[in-house]
């Protein structure tokens, strides 16, 4: 390792220790994980810093278990989820949290619907006890479901259909993916939104949110002991079902076709987006190569982009490039941004990926390789000094099939990265690679 990224990283480090002498940033030193007999699994994590813990439950079901005409439908259960169970009225879990001073709140993603707590660690049990129940006993009331949907509907409109960016990437996903998996909107359509019914709600509940589909991870001031003996207390005693996942249909045949919009924006849009691969053990360093690489172009104000595009040919206003390292299934990579004034889309184009066949051509700068390493790992470093960062990257890896474990060897798995690496991946996936090219225009 090169002795000036050795000092950067030795800087990070130090940082963290005055926080505890105890405290060390490998999940594995301060974690285990087990599952209960039926099927639940459980990751604890332990984190002195502070009397706070955040408990949570991870359920592998999310967008890309959907299909045309539910689209939509995890997103709202994840709603109806605190509108009343067997036990407690609609809204009495947020109002038990808010009253001994926590937070809470739930998401829905692609792979995962997810929901926690965040408390001192004194009110734990009461989190395990208030969500055991509503994982086994949620009710649904026709007048809070349709309540609901138009939440639901209201959320819709407000980031999607009144949302022009967010509008294109939708064309994107379903040129590119179709109806299937990636392609289908977390919000999911208006149409299928409106038309979904209790009846789909329950079916999707009984058969998704069961134990063995689901990952409890409580991380924060815990006893290791304790903690197990009230998990049992309230999960184990719920009966498992068996998960039946529909078969997609992939037969949908990918479009290249140029997207050409115009909309309510304020100046022209420009976006490239390639299919990728999910990730895997077999190309994990080539996906962590596209994080430098992309740490490289548009990081940080002292990346290429920026440097390059935006200050000193002022051809650009804004970049910026969307990845996720750890798709489950194939994704897309999107660069994108809006030329300056007097600049035509397709130069703005073709100035983004000569970025690109510069760097392939001539390489690094010195000591550029050590900084964007250095960039990237202190920013992910300084993100796990939050327990709540530390829940949601590891449920995200566990609902995804991927060991958390992975978050340990992350440091020398960028280090073990090259230039080669960086060019390799650049003309692989960037430079000879089919893309979907759209853009958005201002209205006239």
Not at 410 to 437: G, P, R, T, V, W
Request: glycine share 6%; proline share 2%.
């Amino acid at each position: 390792m090169n002795r000036l990224f050795n000092k950067k990283l030795l800087f990070v480090l130090v940082w963290f220790l005055p926080l505890t002498q105890a405290y060390s940033m490998n999940f594995s030193d301060r974690s285990i994980d087990y599952s209960l007999s039926n099927g639940l699994n459980v990751v604890l994590i332990k984190d002195t810093r502070s009397p706070i813990v955040v408990s949570s439950i991870w359920y592998k079901v999310g967008s890309s278990y959907e299909r045309e005409g539910i689209s939509g439908i995890s997103h709202i259960l994840e709603h109806l989820m605190f509108k009343g169970t067997k036990t407690m009225k609609p809204g009495e879990f947020s109002r038990k949290i808010k009253q001994i001073g926590g937070s809470e709140n739930a998401f829905t993603g692609r792979d995962f619907t997810g929901y926690y707590q965040k408390v001192h660690k004194d009110y734990l049990e009461l989190c395990l006890e208030l969500e055991s129940d509503r994982m086994n006993n949620l009710i649904f009331v026709q007048d809070e479901v349709s309540k609901e949907i138009e939440v639901v509907k209201e959320e819709r409109r407000l980031r999607t259909d009144d949302q022009p960016i967010s509008k294109l990437f939708e064309k994107i996903n379903n040129q590119i993916f179709g109806m299937t998996r990636y392609g289908i909107p977390i919000v999911g359509t208006m149409d299928d939104i409106g038309s979904i019914k209790i009846s789909d709600l329950k079916e999707w509940y009984d058969n998704y949110y069961t134990p063995s589909n689901a990952t409890v991870i409580i991380a924060g001031d815990i006893d290791f002991i304790k903690t197990k003996k009230m998990i049992e207390k309230h999960y184990g005693q719920i009966e498992d079902r068996k998960v039946i996942r529909s078969v997609d249909s992939l037969n949908h045949k990918i479009s290249y076709k140029d997207i050409l919009v115009r909309d309510k924006v304020s100046q022209p849009i420009v976006l490239m987006s390639y299919k990728h691969e999910p990730f895997s053990d077999d190309n994990k360093k080539d996906m962590y190569a596209l994080e430098l690489l992309f740490e490289l172009m548009d990081g940080s104000n002292s990346s290429r982009f920026t440097k390059n595009l935006v200050d000193k040919k002022k051809v650009a206003m804004n970049t910026f490039i969307s990845f996720d390292t750890y798709s489950a299934n194939d994704n897309l990579i999107t660069l994108g941004g809006s030329p300056r004034s007097g600049i035509s889309i397709d130069q703005f184009k073709n100035e983004m990926l000569n970025e690109f066949e510069v760097f392939v051509k001539k390489g690094l700068e010195e000591g550029e390789l050590d900084r964007i390493k250095s960039r990237l790992l202190a920013n992910n470093i300084y993100k796990f000094d939050s327990v709540f960062y530390q829940v949601m990257q590891v449920g995200m890896l566990e609902t995804k099939g991927y060991n958390w474990e992975l978050l340990d060897t992350y440091i020398n798995d960028i280090n073990s990265i090259n230039e080669n690496d960086l060019k390799k991946i650049a003309s692989k996936i960037i430079l000879n690679k089919e893309y979907l090219y759209s853009s958005i225009l201002p209205k006239s």
